[in-house]
C-alpha cells in the first residue's frame, strides 16, 4: 500500500467511527420556504430531473469525490457507482494522485466506469500537485483512468495546514490553473472540500476561465476534525490542538452559495456541505445550485452495502419532492422562483456582505445577473 493510500484509509476509517462534523451550522435551518397548503400539483408528477455537465441526471444529485487507492475503496466506489447508475445521478472519485504516482492503484478508480458506463463521473487531483508540477499530462490520466466528464480540482488549503503531510504551498496556483483551463476540452471544476467559496475567490476564479465550482461549505465534514483525530493518532498532541482550534472554521454552505452567485452569476455551482436531507438540498437548489453534492452520509451507507446507500439516497429523492410539492414547485427552474425566507445568521452575514436579503428572497434565482446589475448600477 502507498503511504497515500494509507493516509486515505485513515480519513476512511475516522470518517466511519468518530464525529467529524462541523458543529456550526451549513445555515439551512435560517432559511423557510413558504408551504402551501393548496399546491395545485401532483406529487408523482415533480420533475427534478436535470442536465449537468453534458449528461441527464434523474436527480440532481453528486455524490462528492470520497476515495480510491486502496482495496477497501475500490469496493466502496463500487457500491456508489452501481447505486448511482442504477437510480441517474453522479459521482465524483477521491484523489488520484495514489493512482498518478502508482499505477497499480488505477483499478481502485476505474471500477465505476466499468459499473456505471453512461453515468456523470468527476476526476479527482489536488491543488497542491498542481502547484507542485502536475500539468496537463497528469490531469488527462486522471481524467482517462476514469473516463471522466470533467475533472475536479481539490482546494483544501485548511487541511494541508494541518496534515502530517501536508504541503501549503499555495502561490502561484492560479496562474498554473489558468494555464489549465485553457489548454483542456473537458470541464475544470474548483472544489473545496469543507470550507466554502467566497464572493472574493469566485471572481478570480471565474477571471482564470473557471465555469464551475463545488462550494463545499462549513456544516458539514470538517477536515479540521478529521485531521485532529489523526494527529492523536500519531500522538502528535500539538498538531491536533491546532487543529481542534480550526474545527469550525470556513464559510456556511448556503452563505458561500449565495456569495459566488452573487459573484459570477453564470457560474455553475455544486452546492454541497452538510447536505444530510432533500429540505436541505431544496434549499442549495432554491437559492440557485444546479446540482446538490454529499459525502459522508453517503459513505456510510456505503459501508453497510448497495441496499442502504440506494435506500438512503430515495429517502432524499422523496424528502426533496415532498418539499417541492409543498411549496407547489413542479420543477427545478420554478423551484428558484418560490419566494424564500433567509433569517439569522446567514441573513446577518449576507447584509454584512452587501446583499439585499430582502429582495434576494423574492427573486427569480435562475437569475442572479438581473439582481446583480441591479444591485450594482
Ligand atoms: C472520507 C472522505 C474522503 C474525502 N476525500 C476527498 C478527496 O479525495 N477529494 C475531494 O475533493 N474531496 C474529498 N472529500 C470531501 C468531500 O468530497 C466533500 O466535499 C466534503 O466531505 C463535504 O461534504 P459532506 O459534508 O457531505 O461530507 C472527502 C470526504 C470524505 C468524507
Redesign the pocket.
Known amino acids: 500500500m502507498s503511504n497515500i493510500g494509507g493516509r486515505?484509509l485513515d480519513?476512511?476509517e475516522i470518517?466511519l467511527s468518530r464525529f467529524?462534523?462541523a458543529r456550526v451550522s451549513p445555515g439551512f435551518n435560517d432559511i423557510y420556504f413558504i408551504h402551501s397548503c393548496i399546491p395545485e400539483l401532483n406529487l408523482d408528477e415533480i420533475d427534478i430531473s436535470t442536465m449537468f455537465l453534458g449528461k441527464r441526471l434523474e436527480a440532481p444529485f453528486i455524490i462528492?469525490?470520497?476515495?480510491?487507492g486502496h482495496e477497501k475503496s475500490r469496493q466502496i466506489n463500487k457500491v456508489i457507482a452501481e447505486v448511482v447508475g442504477e437510480l441517474g445521478l453522479g459521482m465524483?472519485v477521491?484523489?488520484q494522485r495514489a493512482a498518478i504516482e502508482c499505477p497499480s492503484l488505477e483499478y481502485t478508480y476505474s471500477v465505476v466506469r466499468e459499473v456505471a458506463p453512461s453515468a456523470l463521473i468527476i476526476a479527482?487531483i489536488?491543488a497542491s500537485q498542481v502547484v507542485k508540477g502536475y500539468g496537463i499530462k497528469e490531469i488527462m490520466r486522471a481524467i482517462k483512468m476514469v473516463d471522466a466528464d470533467a475533472i475536479?480540482i481539490?482546494v483544501?488549503p485548511l487541511q494541508e495546514s494541518l496534515q502530517l503531510e501536508g504541503e501549503a504551498q499555495w502561490k502561484g496556483f492560479l496562474s498554473k490553473l489558468s494555464d489549465i483551463v485553457s489548454n483542456l476540452e473537458v470541464p475544470v471544476i474548483v472544489?473545496?472540500?469543507?470550507c466554502g467559496i467566497s464572493m472574493e475567490d469566485a471572481r478570480l476564479l471565474w477571471d482564470s476561465g473557471i465555469r464551475y465550482v463545488?462550494i463545499?461549505g462549513l456544516?458539514?465534514?470538517s477536515w479540521a476534525a478529521?485531521e485532529m483525530y489523526r494527529a492523536e493518532k500519531h500522538g502528535l498532541e500539538d498538531l491536533a490542538a491546532v487543529a481542534r482550534t480550526f474545527w469550525d472554521w470556513g464559510i456556511p454552505s448556503a452563505v458561500s452559495l449565495v456569495e459566488v452567485k452573487l459573484a459570477a452569476p453564470e457560474l455553475k455551482v455544486i452546492g454541497?456541505?452538510?447536505?444530510?436531507s432533500g429540505i436541505d438540498a431544496a434549499k442549495l437548489l432554491s437559492l440557485g445550485a444546479d446540482v446538490v453534492?454529499?459525502?459522508?452520509?453517503?459513505?456510510r451507507e456505503a459501508a453497510k452495502g448497495r441496499r442502504a446507500l440506494k435506500k438512503y439516497l430515495e429517502r432524499l429523492i422523496k424528502e426533496l419532492k415532498i418539499a417541492m410539492f409543498l411549496i407547489g414547485a413542479a420543477n427545478l427552474g420554478e423551484l428558484r422562483k418560490k419566494q424564500i425566507i433567509i433569517t439569522g445568521k446567514t441573513r446577518e452575514w449576507l447584509e454584512i456582505r452587501g446583499v439585499n436579503v430582502k429582495k434576494l428572497c423574492k427573486i427569480d434565482r435562475n437569475m442572479y445577473e438581473v439582481y446583480y446589475h441591479e444591485e450594482n448600477t
Not at 272 to 276: A, F, H, L, P, T
Not at 294 to 299: E, G, I, N, R, S
Open positions: 486515505k480519513h476512511i470518517c467529524v462534523e462528492s469525490g470520497i476515495t480510491g465524483g477521491g484523489s479527482n489536488g475536479a481539490h483544501n472544489k473545496e472540500v469543507g463545488d463545499a456544516g458539514g465534514t478529521v454541497s456541505g452538510g447536505v444530510r453534492g454529499l459525502a459522508l452520509p453517503v459513505l
